[in-house]
């Protein structure tokens, strides 16, 4: 028996990314490690996020997590896609669907007859050929199918759901399976004279943990990444120029809406995130344009139910470490950087660096080889996430605020204008690489969303006799639409997940 895995592993912080990764590292090397989580009740966790992507269904699915039970227990309500509204200009919304637009999984390249049919005068929007839009409208909810000759094979979805009760549903979950949780405060992170790795963790009280992995999720202070190593931090401020927030909690609506709502302020944003027991509320500014007293006021003036309790407001800086695993220390979540949750990201970015990690998990000693991939992956998918978040500033129409003047005509990342460029065109996506989040149907959803559109079309859809094409299109735009119909409401389809 070979003795090459790590002999323990220690997590700095808990909350979501500290719990998530102690689920998902117990249930990947049982107890033949040791893995002890240090966290203190005194600080306050951010709890990123309430809303989600579709992976994080795999995540869960990984860890072997009953749907019904992961319902209860968080308060979840199910996500088809995120309402945009006044991005483009105020009074206009579209939405970001989750699965593919059309009635068949092989109709991934059906914006292009959108596009023709859009130059010769059809009038449908995108969303129309969107099951999951045309649900979310009619605030229906249903499940994907794996049959591919099921319409619900166009079917995607994700959660919504209480941070902090997920983070407390894998904190147990964890600790079944081994994982020890100390609740203490870390003051000092000691390292070793000889190559600057972590020696140990020295905790109020006078305990010293030592490990061979250290985890750094101590959220944007990045007490071992970059507190003790030094790490650096590549700042994307000119791109994303957002950098406070504003959150509260509110009463829970009578009708749960399947769909995070994005809608754009005069210096920023404002989402509301639906769970069954109350709503998610924030608002997302740069405050080079507004006061932290003006952005109070206009974000608890947007609020559509009662406020319950007082706001929290964040300060941070949009951005990604210059590198996440360094020496051995890995950083996840906040600690590896920040863009803001405009598209849901910062758990999944959470579940990508855990697994990612699950890919090149070190032995002892890692290797170097190991570490720089892993770098680039992680580095990789956090700039991909970037393009499409600076994409829904940049693509926008409106001028009637200093803040949307600047990020309508800022300079945009090289790898965004390389896209754009290729999309005015002839409507054309590059592929899905390794580490991308988005895929075809999302950059088409917002860049159609947000009247991107291209000069032509693809050359071939011309072989199709354009009757024909007229026909089908206004076929599937029906079966969509009364097939959302016959749906459940959210309310109706969560009961029934539930009992």
């Known amino acids: 028996m070979t003795d090459n895995l790590p002999r323990s592993i220690a997590i700095a912080g808990g909350g979501t990314a500290g719990w998530m990764a102690a689920a998902a590292l117990s249930r990947a090397l049982g107890r033949h490690c040791q893995i002890r989580l240090i966290e203190s009740a005194d600080i306050r966790t951010v709890g990123v996020g309430e809303a989600t992507v579709p992976p994080i269904r795999d995540f869960n699915a990984l860890l072997g997590i009953d749907e019904a039970d992961f319902l209860r227990q968080t308060q979840a309500t199910y996500k088809l896609s995120v309402q945009f509204r006044d991005w483009l200009r105020l009074g206009h919304t579209y939405y970001h669907p989750f699965g593919v637009h059309g009635t068949s999984r092989d109709n991934v390249h059906l914006h292009q007859y959108w596009l023709k049919m859009h130059q010769l005068g059809d009038t449908a929007s995108l969303d129309e ?10 605030n229906r909810c249903a499940q994907h199918s794996p049959d591919p000759h099921s319409i619900f094979s166009t079917w995607s979805s994700a959660y919504q759901f209480d941070a902090s009760l997920y983070a407390q549903y894998l904190r147990k979950y964890a600790e079944r399976l081994g994982v020890e949780r100390l609740e203490r405060k870390i003051v000092d992170v000691e390292l070793r004279g000889e190559d600057g790795y972590i020696a140990a963790l020295r905790l109020d009280g006078g305990e010293r943990i030592e490990a061979d992995l250290f ?130 990201t910062s758990i999944h970015m959470i ?40 994409l829904h500033y940049n693509a926008t129409e409106r001028n009637d605020s200093p803040f949307w003047d600047y990020v309508r005509t800022m300079d945009i990342p090289e790898t965004l204008r390389w896209r754009l460029d290729l999309f005015r065109s002839h409507g054309r996506i590059p592929p899905k690489m390794p580490y991308d989040l988005w895929a075809l149907t999302d950059w088409i959803a917002v860049l159609i969303g947000q009247n991107v559109i291209p000069r032509s079309y693809e050359p071939l859809v011309d072989v199709q006799d354009i009757e024909d094409v007229r026909k089908r299109m206004s076929k599937m735009r029906t079966t969509i639409r009364e097939t959302a119909q016959a749906l459940p409401t959210q309310e109706e389809f969560i009961a029934r997940m539930t009992s």
């Open 351 to 390: 579940q990508s660096s855990i697994l990612t990690l699950l890919d090149y998990f070190p032995s002892r000693n890692a290797d170097p080889a190991d570490v720089a991939q892993y770098n680039r992956s992680i580095a990789h998918e956090f700039e991909s996430i970037r393009d499409f978040i600076v």
């Open 129 to 138: 050929y969107s099951l999951c839009s045309m649900a979310s409208m009619l």
């Open 215 to 344: 985890l750094d999720c101590t959220g944007f202070r990045g007490l071992l990444i970059e507190q003790a190593l030094k790490t650096g931090y590549e700042d994307w401020t000119k791109w994303l120029p957002c950098d406070r927030a504003y959150t509260i909690h509110s009463a829970s609506a009578s009708e749960l809406t399947p769909y995070t709502r994005a809608t754009a302020l005069s210096a920023g944003w404002q989402w509301r995130i639906p769970l069954q027991h109350r709503i998610g509320n924030g608002y997302v500014y740069c405050s080079k344009y507004i006061s932290d007293e003006d952005a109070l006021q206009s974000f608890l003036g947007n609020l559509d139910t009662p406020a319950l309790g007082t706001p929290w407001q964040l300060k941070f800086t949009t951005g990604r470490r210059k590198i996440f695993w360094n020496k051995n220390c890995v950083a996840i979540g906040l600690a590896s950087g920040f863009i803001e949750p405009l598209e849901s």
